[in-house]
């Protein structure tokens, strides 16, 4: 038997079934996405219930598929024949959805989704965008494969949008960075996802490093990204950190490494520094 596959016309059938029928999952979206916003932007408000059913002619575009990993977070690209003023973003099958206000008004909206720790191996986010007149689009639809890693008391985590090598580096309380010439500390610390190694391209694009339940040292820890290497055909890179702390909201920093930035093969000690915390 092949590959079971499902057909974009079909998602986007089963997204009509749930607008006009009211969903009927006890599941909330906000239970798989715990923050939506797109740059510049506030956090998107929770709603219950359905997306709001489409009227006018506006057109949505969002990429069929994308990657990545529980705990992380991930940006979605929409397109649109209009000028984007709200997005909304439902999970299938779920109840509930985010507003997001776009706060310049543009025909693209990047949406950057923060995921819960726990996922199944497919999670497939609906889309709809408003335009100033208060057009909502047709719903379309982005397939993301979950790459599922590691989470406990301190996880740390960067994905990124383009075929290049980047690494994620964090220097734990007692000095040691754990990154990929050192991939575990003395206490567990690990890096247990290293994507686009040397540049062998595995569309992934998203590094992880955690500290298991119970084992995270007590402190202050940095956390780095290194821009590694472009690879031949890549271009520059837009990210986002994610760090998660138990018990605590996530937080989220984003940055990015110019095409002409050609990366600096780096070692310990290497990369742009994004954030201090204390556990």
């Known amino acids: 038997m092949g590959p079971f596959r499902i057909s974009a ?40 219930g359905s997306l709001p059913a489409p009227s006018g002619t506006l057109s949505a575009t969002a990429p069929s598929a994308a990657n990545a990993i529980n705990g992380g977070s991930v940006t979605i690209s929409l397109t649109s024949g209009g000028t984007i003023v709200k997005v909304y973003v439902q999970v299938m099958g779920s109840d509930g959805y ?31 965008v408003v335009d100033s007149s208060g057009n909502v689009s047709a719903p379309t639809s982005t397939m993301t494969a979950i790459t599922t890693v590691g989470t406990g008391d301190v996880q740390v985590s960067v994905s990124w949008d383009a075929d290049n090598d980047l690494d994620l580096h964090v220097v734990d309380p007692n000095g040691f960075e754990v990154y990929y010439g050192a991939d575990t500390s003395p206490e567990g610390g690990t890096l247990d996802l290293d994507s686009n190694a040397g540049c062998t391209i595995d569309g992934v694009n998203n590094e992880n490093i955690t500290w298991p339940t119970g084992a995270a040292p007590h402190g202050m820890y940095t956390v780095r990204v290194d821009n590694y290497e472009q690879c031949p055909g890549g271009l520059g890179d837009n990210y986002v950190v994610t760090v998660r702390l138990h018990g605590h909201p996530a937080m989220v920093f984003n940055g990015s490494f110019p095409a002409s930035d050609l990366g600096d093969s780096g070692s310990a000690g290497s990369g742009t520094t994004i954030t201090t915390f204390t556990w």
């Open 9 to 48: 016309a079909t998602i986007i059938g089963l997204v009509f079934l749930q607008v006009g029928c009211g969903g009927g999952s006890s599941h909330g979206t906000n239970q798989t996405v715990t923050s939506a916003s797109v740059p510049g932007g506030t956090p998107g408000t929770y709603h219950s």
């Open 98 to 128: 985010y507003e997001i206000t776009v706060p310049a008004g543009s025909s693209v909206a990047d949406v950057l989704l923060t995921l819960a720790q726990t996922l199944p191996s497919t999670v497939t986010f609906i889309f709809e």
